[in-house]
């Protein structure tokens, strides 16, 4: 009977030892906090709820020393019995304030019943940690997400084909995408050119402009930064035509081409040395009202230089010094590289100033 009695008392020794391992001490917010808490504490909107402060506050303010954050978002819970609302109101001010504690206060959010979670807060999530490029913790909140019942929507899924083309991922984009295509819902710019972005990292542009064509005949048009990014990768690579369609292809989804489109442009033509239509793109920027940049006419100079045509340069100089045009640190810095070739440097002055007489 003795022995009985020790050992229940030893269980029940255990048990309160246990619950208070399981407790979460509450801090009193006083003047024992720093300086960086007090000026974020500050922040807090001043009309928001009471609860909502208070754990706002235990956030600001929180130690490992007084249990872990679930512990402390579930005393609060036992506490307050938040609603959806009060949730959303923390979080907003969480994410406002970019505190470094966001993610883990989301995610046990996602587990409390009184957050009511759905597929768009799982999909926020997801879409957060992408951002950070934290590709496990995206893909665990998707197990998640799916273990709970939910399924995959468009929003969703466009995510994953943005997060997996970012990683360098092009199967899983691929996968993500077919998937979207099974929804049967209609699919929108931001869906299509996710997948676009993916093919142009992946180095599989003319997949990414077959994508593109596809979607003109549905009279969907891609974001200025798409057709840029592909117009971009054919220009890096010397691919003059391919860069023309693009730009050809901005212009009839009614996007007007600015001075760096174009530069993009005259850099294809110049890279795959084609002065005469690096000269004509140029030429057409000045037509629609544009003022060129520095890049721009440097380009144009470094199409003249591979050919050696000192004078048609000199021309095109002196063209756009009486349009009032100067040129920049880039463009002057090519001249004094080419002069120096030629062994001209100290004659530049002069021979610019007979051309100008001479214009």
Same mark, same amino acid.
């Given at each position: 009977?003795?022995?009985?009695?020790?050992?229940g *008392?030893?269980?029940?020794? %255990?048990?309160?030892?246990?619950?208070e391992?399981?407790?979460?001490r509450?801090?009193?917010?006083?003047?024992?906090i720093?300086?960086e808490?007090?000026?974020?504490i500050?922040?807090?909107?001043?009309?928001? *709820?009471?609860?909502c402060?208070?754990?706002?506050k235990q956030?600001?303010c929180?130690s490992?020393?007084?249990?872990?954050?679930?512990?402390?978002?579930?005393?609060?819970?036992?506490?307050m019995?938040?609603?959806?609302?009060?949730?959303?109101?923390?979080?907003? /001010?969480?994410?406002?304030?970019?505190?470094?504690?966001?993610? *883990?206060?989301?995610?046990h959010?996602?587990?409390? /019943?009184? +957050?009511?979670a759905?597929?768009?807060?799982?999909?926020?999530?997801? $879409?957060?940690? #992408?951002?950070?490029?934290?590709?496990?913790?995206?893909?665990?909140?998707l197990?998640?997400?799916k273990?709970?019942? +939910?399924?995959c929507?468009?929003?969703?899924?466009?995510?994953?084909v $943005?997060?997996?083309?970012?990683?360098?991922?092009?199967?899983?984009?691929?996968?993500s +995408?077919e998937?979207?295509?099974?929804?049967?819902?209609p699919?929108? =710019?931001?869906s299509?050119?996710?997948?676009?972005?993916?093919?142009?990292?992946a180095g599989m542009?003319?997949?990414?402009?077959?994508?593109?064509?596809e979607?003109?005949t549905? /009279?969907?048009?891609?974001?200025? *930064?798409?057709?840029?990014a592909l117009?971009? #990768?054919y220009?890096?690579?010397?691919d003059?035509?391919g860069?023309q =369609?693009v730009f050809n #292809? %901005?212009?009839?989804?009614?996007i007007?081409?600015?001075?760096?489109?174009?530069?993009?442009?005259?850099?294809?033509y110049v890279?795959?040395?084609q002065? $005469?239509?690096?000269?004509i793109a140029?030429?057409?920027l000045?037509?629609?009202?544009?003022?060129?940049n520095?890049?721009?006419v440097?380009l144009v100079?470094?199409?003249?230089?591979?050919?050696?045509?000192?004078?048609?340069?000199?021309?095109?100089?002196?063209?756009?010094?009486?349009?009032?045009?100067m %040129?920049?640190?880039?463009?002057?810095?090519?001249?004094?590289?080419?002069?120096?070739k030629?062994g001209?440097?100290?004659?530049v002055?002069l021979v610019?100033?007979?051309?100008?007489?001479?214009?």
């Open positions: 009977m003795v022995k009985s009695v020790n050992e *008392e030893k269980v029940e020794y %255990i048990k309160e030892v246990k619950e391992k399981t407790r979460y509450w801090l009193k917010i006083g003047s024992n720093s300086e808490q007090k000026q974020t500050s922040q807090i909107p001043p009309k928001m *709820e009471n609860r402060q208070a754990l706002l956030i600001i929180f490992p020393e007084n249990g872990s954050i679930s512990l402390m978002m579930a005393a609060w819970v036992k506490s019995n938040p609603q959806r609302a009060d949730w959303l109101s923390v979080l907003k /001010e969480l994410e406002r304030l970019n505190h470094p504690l966001y993610f *883990e206060v989301v995610e959010a996602l587990t409390e /019943e009184s +957050f009511e759905n597929v768009r807060d799982y999909t926020k999530m997801i $879409h957060g940690y #992408a951002k950070q490029n934290k590709l496990q913790k995206a893909e665990n909140t197990l998640a997400m273990n709970r019942g +939910f399924i929507d468009q929003v969703t899924l466009t995510t994953l $943005h997060m997996y083309s970012k990683a360098g991922n092009l199967k899983l984009a691929e996968e +995408f998937e979207m295509k099974l929804l049967g819902t699919l929108d =710019r931001r299509y050119g996710s997948m676009v972005m993916a093919y142009i990292r542009l003319d997949h990414g402009e077959s994508l593109l064509r979607m003109e549905r /009279e969907i048009y891609a974001g200025r *930064e798409v057709y840029k117009l971009r #990768a220009s890096m690579i010397s003059s035509r860069a =369609r #292809a %901005i212009q009839l989804a009614g007007i081409p600015d001075v760096k489109v174009c530069g993009l442009l005259i850099n294809a890279m795959a040395g002065t $005469h239509e690096a000269v140029f030429d057409n000045r037509k629609a009202d544009l003022e060129p520095d890049k721009c440097a100079l470094a199409a003249y230089e591979k050919e050696n045509k000192l004078n048609n340069a000199l021309d095109f100089l002196i063209k756009l010094e009486k349009d009032g045009v %040129i920049g640190r880039e463009a002057s810095e090519l001249l004094v590289r080419w002069f120096r030629l001209v440097v100290e004659e002055e610019l100033r007979d051309y100008a007489s001479s214009a």
